[in-house]
């Protein structure tokens, strides 16, 4: 079975500031995709950002960069320049990679992200 | 396209009664996948329909079910309502390892 870890319940950040929400995994998995979804308040959970595990490149979306260490199991997401859209929950999440079209996430406790104007 | 759809949004009812809950996946996908959400637990996945067949359940008792239909609409069912239900119910469709989640259907159990 998998876990994911959000150790940090809350962060705030200053507007135009970088932030970086930690996350680990543990798994038996060699090949899986790891994510980063955002859930601001009373709103829909919208994906910011994958990594497939195979690849040894770190994926970037705009002003979000993940910094994944398979070896550590560690996926931890980089918001640059924050916004105050920025403010939301944030969950990190593990899928298998199943060609059997196998979709369960298996999510952490997710992060409370404050950005202060 | 239109995103994944989910009714009703808001939903009270008492201890012991029942409840569906209804999904709609965005247009072609054709996996739907339900998970809880709480401020306790957090989000636990459910089940997961492809092609009208369950391909994998979480860990929650049998008072939980779903069904998928052809045209890929789910809906979760769940009987003999306890306090703890109340929850964010929440369904995701998926495309090339994508989900896409819906806005939820918040189930208040009195």
């Known amino acids: 079975a998998q876990t994911v870890t959000q150790s940090q319940p809350e962060m705030s950040v200053q507007e135009a500031e970088t932030v970086t929400l930690s996350c680990t995994y543990d798994t038996s998995e060699n090949n899986y995709y790891l994510f980063w979804y955002k859930q601001p308040p009373s709103r829909q959970m919208i994906l910011v950002i994958r990594?497939?595990?195979?690849?040894?490149q770190n994926a970037t979306e705009n002003r979000f960069s993940v910094n994944f260490q398979k070896a550590a199991k560690s996926f931890s997401l980089k918001i640059s320049d924050s916004q105050l859209g920025d403010t939301a929950m944030y969950f990190c999440a593990f899928m298998k990679f199943d060609t059997g079209a196998n979709s369960k996430l298996t999510f952490g406790k997710g992060i409370t992200l404050s950005v202060r104007p | 396209k239109a995103g994944v759809t989910q009714t009703p949004r808001y939903l009270i009812k008492t201890r012991g009664q029942q409840v569906t809950l209804s999904c709609s996946p965005i247009?072609?996908?054709?996996?739907v996948s339900w998970y809880q959400q709480t401020p306790g637990q957090g989000l636990q996945f459910l089940f997961e329909?492809?092609?009208?067949?369950?391909?994998n359940k979480g860990n929650f008792p049998g008072r939980f079910s779903g069904r998928q239909f052809s045209n890929s609409r789910s809906e979760m069912n769940v009987s003999t309502l306890e306090l703890g239900d109340s929850a964010l119910y929440l369904c995701?469709?998926?495309?090339?390892?994508?989900?896409?989640f819906g806005p939820g259907t918040r189930l208040t159990v009195l």
């Open positions: 247009s072609g996908h054709r996996s």
């Open positions: 329909y492809f092609s009208e067949t369950q391909r």
């Open positions: 990594q497939e595990a195979y690849k040894q």
């Open positions: 995701a469709s998926r495309w090339n390892n994508e989900q896409f």
